[in-house]
Every structure is written in structure tokens, then in C-alpha cells.
């Protein structure tokens, strides 16, 4: 099944209608535009000349039959496939470096044999991930438009969310309501010019259901570690909140005191951030799975 790109949303909410509906353990391609709504296709459209009112559109959202308020939806990036070409935009008085930029740019990016290519010396390692993916909030929460992040995924800017990332999601209403766009050739940890090299694409993904299983931000699970990753007002609250949940997820799994998981967080756990140019800024806390090999950790 694919989701075509022409099925987007600007905010998640419990209010969206589903664009397509599937069971728990299918596979879904969902076909993306890039953050712009792929408004800008030469370095002449600035980005003070686009419709900020669509920026950031997520494709979706997909009904998983059987996910309800409480449960934990399973989602693993099968294959992620890009466009030829990417854009970045550099802004007067937006993003972490602000103070240097004193008129609009717009920069059209090559994608060149899996290399990012900046210009003539510089060609970057092709690092394709996900910018806003995420699930509905609950019935008796507010909209939250996809440029912003929260406790239900969305505009979260995390680049350990790749191919053959698994990511877990708190189900929130019924169905889950999964979307997801925002797409990036390549961005380092911050994207502290407001943009990563933005891009169109496909993902695919298969998804499922843990019932009776819940959790309260997102978690990733890659093959050498998990990682907690929450949003908040400042960076240091969400560094905290990160931080929080990683040692209930700890506690849950290691027969161990508070005290020792907290001295075993502080030598083995790396705390990162996402982003700092979102409405609400992200951090994540990653666990190394190796130095619990013991232990034989799960989700």
C-alpha cells in the first residue's frame, strides 16, 4: 500500500480523518513532499516568498486497526528512498546563528552518487532520515501543527531516526494516526540554520501494535542502542525529561537500586541533543545495548 503525498496533514490532531487504513504487521510506503511543500525548486524563491501556512506536511495519517489509548504502536523504517535534489534556506532573524545572517538565501543541492554535494570540495555522506513523524495526541488534547514536537512524535528533527530504526510511539487515540514527512538528505545534530538538506521521498515502513504496553514520549531502537527522546520549553527541559525516562525504562529492566542505575546512566548513557529551532526544542538520551549484554534488554 502507498499513501500518495497528496494526502497530507498540517497539524495532527484527533480531528484528522485517515487517508488509508491497514492491520498491525502490514507495510506501508508513504510518499512525501519535502518541508517546503516542494515550493522551492530554484535558488531565486526565497523563503519568505513561500506559504508558511503548509509548510512542514506530513503524509497521512494511516489508521492501524486494533491500536488504542494505551497501547504502544510499533513502527520500523524498512527503506527510505530521495529525491535527486535537496534545499536549504538560510533566514534573517530565525534559527541558532541568527545574529550572522543578514539577507535570505536559498541553496539548491545536488544528490550525487549517495553523496550530498555542497559545492565543488565539499560532498557529504548521504544520511537520509525523518524530520516529523509521529502519531495523533488525544482527544482532549489540542492540535499540534507538524513543525512543532511533543510527547506524540512530530516535528522532532532526531537523525537516529533512519533506515532500520524501530520507533515506539504512545497510541493516544484510537487507530494511532500515524504521518510522517519532513524528510532530510543529511543534518547535523541542532539543524541550527532552521533546515537540514530537505528533501522529497518515499519511506516504508511496517507497523505494528504492542497491546497493553504503554509509554509516555517516544523511544528508538537502533541494533547497538535505545534512546529517549522528549520535547519541552527550553533544551534543559527537555534534556531532563529525556534523562527521566530513561531511567524508568532502565529501572523496569535491570534488577538494580536507583542509586546504582543513576551511576550506571552517568558512564554509559550519552545524553544528545535533536534540535534547538523548533517551537519546542528535543534532546535524546542514548543507552549503549552492548555494555548490557548481560542483561539481554528489550522494549
Avoid at 501543527?145 to 532526531?158: A, E, K, L, V, W
Avoid at 515506539?168 to 519532513?182: C, E, I, R, W
Wanted: proline fraction near 5%.
Amino acid at each position: 500500500m502507498k499513501i500518495s503525498s497528496e494526502n497530507v496533514v498540517y497539524s495532527m490532531s484527533s480531528e484528522n480523518e485517515p487517508a488509508a487504513s491497514c492491520q498491525p504487521g502490514e507495510t506501508v510506503t508513504f510518499e512525501t513532499k519535502d518541508c517546503f511543500s516542494d515550493q522551492i525548486q530554484s535558488e531565486n524563491v526565497l523563503f519568505e516568498t513561500t506559504d508558511w501556512d503548509t509548510v512542514n506536511p506530513a503524509t497521512g495519517p494511516l489508521k492501524v486497526e486494533g491500536a488504542e489509548p494505551g497501547d504502544t504502536l510499533k513502527v520500523e523504517i524498512k527503506k527510505m528512498t530521495l529525491n535527486n535534489q535537496g534545499v536549504m534556506v538560510a533566514v534573517p532573524e530565525m534559527g541558532f546563528l541568527a545574529e550572522f545572517i543578514e539577507e535570505s538565501e536559498t541553496k539548491i543541492i545536488p544528490i550525487e552518487n549517495n553523496k550530498v554535494v555542497f559545492n565543488d570540495k565539499i560532498k557529504i555522506d548521504l544520511n537520509p532520515m525523518i524530520g516529523v513523524i509521529g502519531c495523533s495526541p488525544g482527544e482532549d488534547e489540542e492540535a499540534v501543527p507538524c513543525g512543532t514536537p511533543g510527547s506524540h512524535g512530530g516535528n522532532m528533527d532526531t537523525k537516529v531516526i533512519t533506515e532500520d530504526s524501530i520507533l515506539y510511539f504512545p497510541v493516544k487515540v484510537s487507530g494511532a494516526m500515524l504521518a510522517m514527512g519532513d524528510l532530510h538528505a543529511a543534518m547535523g545534530d541542532g539543524e541550527v540554520v532552521i533546515s537540514g538538506v530537505e528533501i522529497a521521498g518515499e519511506v516504508t515502513v511496517k507497523v505494528d501494535v504492542i497491546k497493553g504496553k504503554s509509554i509516555t514520549d517516544p523511544m528508538v531502537e537502533r541494533d547497538d542502542a535505545f534512546y529517549t527522546i522528549a520535547s519541552g520549553p527550553t533544551l534543559d527541559a527537555a534534556a531532563k525529561k529525556a534523562s527521566n525516562n530513561m531511567f524508568k525504562f532502565l529501572k523496569q529492566r535491570l534488577n538494580l537500586e536507583n542509586n546504582q542505575i543513576a551511576m550506571l546512566m552517568s558512564i554509559i548513557c550519552d545524553l544528545q541533543v535533536s534540535q534547538v529551532v523548533d517551537p519546542e526544542k528535543t534532546a535524546r538520551m542514548r543507552v549503549d545495548k552492548k555494555a548490557l549484554t548481560e542483561y539481554n534488554i528489550e522494549f
